[in-house]
Structure formats: C-alpha cells, structure tokens
C-alpha cells in the first residue's frame, strides 16, 4: 500500500503550523537570568512517545502548538525517567525524589501527601496553586487551592471527577473536558497572586479513543512500521522475551475495538481475548474493590459511555473496519502488523486532542498577557513503544520507554534551543522552585537546571532507574536497575533469575545487541558497575 504520511491530514486545522522540527532547533545557546514570581504552566500527559512529536522530528504526527513551546524555549533530548511507569513518575515529579524515598514504588502504592511537595512549598509562598486532570496516585491532592481530578485512570468519554471531594460525572471528551476546566479555573483565580497549574491529561493512555471529530484522521494512510517491530529478542536477556507488552497480543475488543459478539463466536484462539488479570477496577466514588479484569467487559463499560450521537458517529467508521477484518484472513505476521495499525491510528489521534487543547491554552494566555511570565513545561509521565521491538506500553529501560519527552519555555525569553544534557524527572521540582525564586530544600534529590540554562555547566555522570512492579502488575516486565550514561546501558534483573544487558547506545541505538561480558567492553563494563554502585550510594537505594 502506499505510504501516506499523517500530518498532511489535518496540519491546515489546527493553530500553529510550520514549527521547527529537532534538526532545524540552534543550539549551544543560553538563557539570561529572568525575573522571580513567574507563572508556572506544568503540562503532563500519560504514555507520549517522543516520538509521536514533530518537534522531535516524528513522521507520524504533526504536532505544531507542542513545537510551538519548543521554538519559544528548550528541547531535552535525554529526560530520562527514575521509574517508567505512570504513578511513581507523578509522585517523582511532585517531591524530586526517587520512588523508594517518596514511598510509591508501583501503580499498587498510596501516595504520601503529607510529604513534601514542590506545590506545597510554591503555594506556602504565595501562589495559587491548582490540579486539574490525572493524578493517579490513589490519595487526595493536597498544596492545592483547587483540584478536580480524574477518577483513577479516568475514561475518555462522560468521565468521572472528584473535585475537592465532591465527584460528578461530567458529559463529553476527557480531553476538552480537564481543559475547560482548567481554563474556567485561570480565570477564577485570585489575580493578584502568581498560578502553579498542574494541567494533566489522561490521553494518550491505552485504550486510545479518539474524540469522534478525528475518528477520520490517518484512515487512509498505511503508517510505517519500525524496523524491529518484528524482533525475536535474540542476544538479549530472558526478560525481553518473557515480557507481555507485544502488539500482536493486543486485546481484539478493549484495543482493537472490535464488536465483541463477532470474535467470541469465531472458533479461532487468536480471535478471542485473555482474561484472568486482577485489576483494582474504580467506581464512581473513587474507590475500588478486587475483580477479574475482563477486555470485553472493560471495551462495553468505555463504550457505553458515549451518548446516541456519538455512538453513531462512532459505529460508522468502526463497523467498516470489523467487517472487512472478518471477511479476511491474516498470517501470524500480517494480524501484528494490523494490530499495529489500528493501535498507532487511535493513540495518534488522541494526540491530535492533546496538541489542539494545548493550542487553546497558549491562546488563553496570550490573550490575558500572562504567556511571556509563565513557565510552561511540556512533558510525559514516561516514554512510550509504538511497536519498537513488537511492543507498546513501557516499564522496560530501554530507550523509548525511558526517554521522556521534556520542553520547557522559560519566562520572558523567547529562544528556540536543543540540550543534550542528561536530565530527569527527578529534577522537574527543583527546577520550578528555582524559577519561582524559592529555596531547594536539600532533600530533593534532583537538581536544577536552571544554572545549565543560564550558563553554567551541568553535572550528571549517568542517570539511575529502577523499576520494581513485578510480578504483580500488569506486561510481566521484571524487575530491574541500571545506568544510562551519554553512551552506554547498563541494567541488571534481579527478580528470578539474575541476568545484566549492556548496550553500546552509539553503534546500536535499538538496543538489539547485549555486550555484557564481551571481552571488547571488557574496561567500560567496570566502569560502569563502579559508576552504578556510587549512584545506588547517592541516592540512598539499598538492596
């Protein structure tokens, strides 16, 4: 089929168009020293690739008002994440302390609010402070004069949200929907102070429904497909090839959003979903009870949560697509590669949502002359597969799981710069507090890069993960540790059985071949254990 690239689709509809891409971005600049009290705009949605970003040079996407942010401000190419998965990341962002200090290890954790937070310490010193969309924490939000969040993952149509403890459910698109609210809340507010917006989406979560304007976005394009999507997880550990995070295992109701009555009928092992996971399932009140977690039941509660009018909508571009896929037949490796494509449509779609509401924001912002002040940050929870090694999802150290995006405009300067500096979530906290003009209490355990922006050098020797979430979770991915310097990997599995990965990020930047114990790396493998075990000292992680 002929290979049509998305952007063209809808470039023309939205705001901005025609931002620089990475390679275009100058770089080796720096930034002069701004004054206090700015406005902060902190912008995280859950599992964006960076590469689903056209700032980031992303075919797949066109992305102009988050590169909009980027040619007013600064690219990270290397924001690694301490933790790739979505609460831990939230809770590290919050206190800049790694997940066995701040207590939430994994999405079965209760996050802590009585302990420092980078809201806290701005709303103490006078701003006005506020949480609108995910937060996914599992307790209530606390250094927030207002919060209306998301209902545990929260769902894409008609979703519930407690707002300062009241919870309602609330018609529409979860995307438009934490963005009214969060613009109603700007305009509300007590002008006289400066605002601390945390301004989270839930897209572009699994299960990736697009609101019903974009359902057409990419139909007729065939989207390329990564060079290792087809990986066999040879010169690897075990745990690539044990885990549960592959695309051709994707669920053919909850993700592929087939009529589950068609496949339940059909004979075929392949054509019917797993069942048997326990999930936490959330109800409208915000708590939740034990349960299997059931895709067909799961894909019927999402879906009958759009009104008449959008299930119309709905059903007329997804009832072509079921039937055309059961009047054919697929081999093992053309059922993946569809899996693929109807999986990489809807999740960039929800991005399509994503872009437009944050074009809405730098409008607002613009129009009531708060833009220039504000420090807007544009980030992820973590990285994201889409189909890198066959996979979706993250957890795994490897590069687009662990790699987050991270753009930040500061106040009053408008710069379009590229860093390559190793950077992490860890040091979102400090970050802001600098700008804001309030002390780093010397707990937190990431750095600012603020001094880095105004000349300064900035130093990181490597970037140290842990992941802890199994066996109990979700995609079976075990547990494990490691380094990540501007060359190299190095991560250790500890669960089961003991294994180590070594990758030369240069000479193979897929991370298809482990050189652990190869006699070439024989100098830099003890290198990098040396370095591992003074990071593990660092941050105060014991075995």
């Not at 025609?18 to 020293?33: A, F, Q, R």
């Not at 299997?292 to 008449?308: E, I, M, Q």
């Not at 100098?523 to 990071?535: H, R």
Request: proline content about 5%; hydrophobic content about 30%.
């Amino acid at each position: 089929m002929k290979l049509v690239f998305a952007s063209f689709l809808f470039s023309i509809s939205i705001l901005f168009s025609g931002c620089s891409s990475e390679s275009n971005l100058p770089t080796d600049k720096t930034i002069s020293t701004v004054k206090k009290q700015p406005n902060i705009l902190f912008v995280m949605t859950d599992d964006h690739s960076r590469h689903a970003i056209s700032a980031y040079g992303s075919k797949l996407v066109n992305t102009p008002n988050i590169d909009y942010i980027a040619k007013s401000g600064v690219l990270f190419n290397n924001c690694a994440v301490t933790n790739s998965i979505c609460g831990p990341s939230r809770a590290v962002a919050l206190t800049g302390k790694y997940s066995h200090i701040n207590g939430f290890k994994d999405n079965r954790s209760k996050f802590d609010g009585s302990q420092q937070t980078f809201p806290k310490l701005l709303q103490k010193e006078g701003y006005h402070t506020m949480m609108v969309g995910k937060w996914h924490l599992h307790s209530k939000p606390q250094g927030f004069d207002y919060w209306n969040i998301l209902v545990g993952q929260g769902q894409y149509y008609k979703p519930f949200m407690i707002e300062n403890g009241d919870t309602s459910e609330i018609e529409g698109y979860v995307t438009d929907i934490v963005t009214d609210i969060s613009l109603e809340q700007l305009a509300k507010r007590d002008q006289s102070k400066p605002f601390c917006l945390m301004y989270q989406q839930k897209a572009p979560h699994r299960n990736w429904m697009p609101n019903v304007k974009h359902l057409d976005l990419f139909a007729n394009d065939t989207l390329p497909i990564p060079d290792n999507f087809h990986d066999d997880y040879d010169y690897r550990s075990d745990a690539a090839s044990e885990q549960d995070l592959e695309v051709k295992n994707m669920y053919m109701s909850f993700d592929m959003k087939l009529d589950p009555k068609s496949f339940l009928e059909n004979d075929s092992a392949e054509f019917k979903d797993r069942t048997g996971s326990e999930y936490k399932y959330p109800n409208e009140t915000g708590t939740g009870g034990s349960k299997t977690w059931d895709p067909v039941f799961n894909w019927k509660y999402s879906y009958d949560r759009l009104s008449a009018e959008q299930k119309k909508e709905w059903d007329e571009h997804y009832k072509p697509i079921s039937d055309e896929f059961y009047q054919s037949s697929y081999s093992e490796k053309e059922l993946a590669e569809w899996k693929y494509q109807r999986y990489i449509k809807d999740y960039l779609r929800c991005i399509v949502s994503v872009d437009e509401n944050l074009g809405r924001m730098i409008n607002y912002l613009k129009k009531t002359g708060e833009w220039e002040n504000t420090l807007v940050i544009y980030t992820s929870d973590q990285g994201f597969f889409l189909g890198e090694h066959g996979w979706y999802d993250k957890r795994f150290m490897y590069e687009e799981s662990l790699i987050t995006p991270f753009i930040m405009k500061v106040p009053n300067v408008d710069s379009a710069i590229v860093n390559n500096d190793l950077v992490m979530n860890l040091d979102f906290a400090p970050t802001i507090l600098d700008y804001a003009g309030i002390p780093i209490p010397p707990d937190m355990q990431g750095q600012s890069i603020k001094p880095r922006l105004e000349g300064e050098t900035f130093e990181r020797e490597g970037q140290y993960y842990h992941y802890y979430e199994y066996p109990h979770g979700w995609h079976m991915v075990k547990k494990h540790y490691g380094i990540r310097t501007d060359s190299f990997k190095l991560i250790h599995y500890y669960s089961e059985a003991e294994e180590w990965e070594m990758f030369d990020l240069n000479n193979d930047p897929q991370e298809m071949n482990n050189i652990y114990n190869s006699p070439d790396y024989k100098n830099k493998q003890a290198e990098l254990n040396q370095l591992l075990i003074e990071l593990r000292t660092k941050y105060k992680e014991v075995d």
